[in-house]
């Protein structure tokens, strides 16, 4: 009776850690997406917040998404560049953007580390890395994002960044896709 006991006690060992395990991995899948609120009187600056932290955290390659891009934002970009991490930009063609933001258009298109391919068909923002994503409506405008109520979607799990990655690539010219 008393092997029995052992073997069960060993038994009883084993799935606490085994239930442990699955456990921590649920925990670790929880907060890897995340839905927030930004703009209004209450998140003024959520989105801007969490935009600046995606670009300076940026160690190896952005990715942008963007109808437009503002003069802040492009001052961001650019010192990216000056790190030596390349920028890819999918935006709006030039005449699909308005005249105020042209000028800023010319100066990231010029901009050595900085790649731009036009889409006419740009209606989201997106902007990502290897470790993160956010989603959500408008452009990469600060006033504008400032002034906007939107949902914002934050993405740091694997598996959802390399769908991501993969959509992200369709847009792009076939020469450019990855294989």
Avoid: C, W
Wanted: net charge positive.
């Amino acid at each position: 009776m008393s092997d029995r006991i052992i073997e069960l006690r060993t038994e009883n060992s084993r799935l606490k850690k085994e239930v442990q395990n699955l456990e921590n991995k649920i925990l670790s899948l929880v907060g890897m997406i995340s839905l927030k609120s930004s703009g209004g009187h209450e998140g003024k600056n959520v989105l801007n917040e969490q935009l600046i932290n995606l670009i300076i955290s940026t160690n190896r390659q952005l990715n942008i998404v963007s109808p437009k891009i503002d003069r802040f934002y492009a001052n961001e970009i650019k010192k990216l560049t000056q790190k030596g991490i390349p920028i890819l930009i999918i935006t709006n063609d030039r005449g699909g953007i308005p005249k105020d933001f042209q000028e800023i258009y010319d100066d990231l298109k010029a901009t050595t580390g900085i790649n731009i391919i036009n889409n006419p068909n740009v209606r989201y923002l997106l902007v990502f890395n290897s470790e993160e994503a956010l989603y959500s409506g408008g452009a990469l405008v600060k006033e504008e994002l400032e002034k906007s109520i939107l949902i914002v979607t934050s993405i740091r799990e694997a598996a959802k960044l390399r769908k991501i990655a993969e959509i992200f690539s369709l847009m792009l010219p076939s020469f450019m896709r990855g294989k």
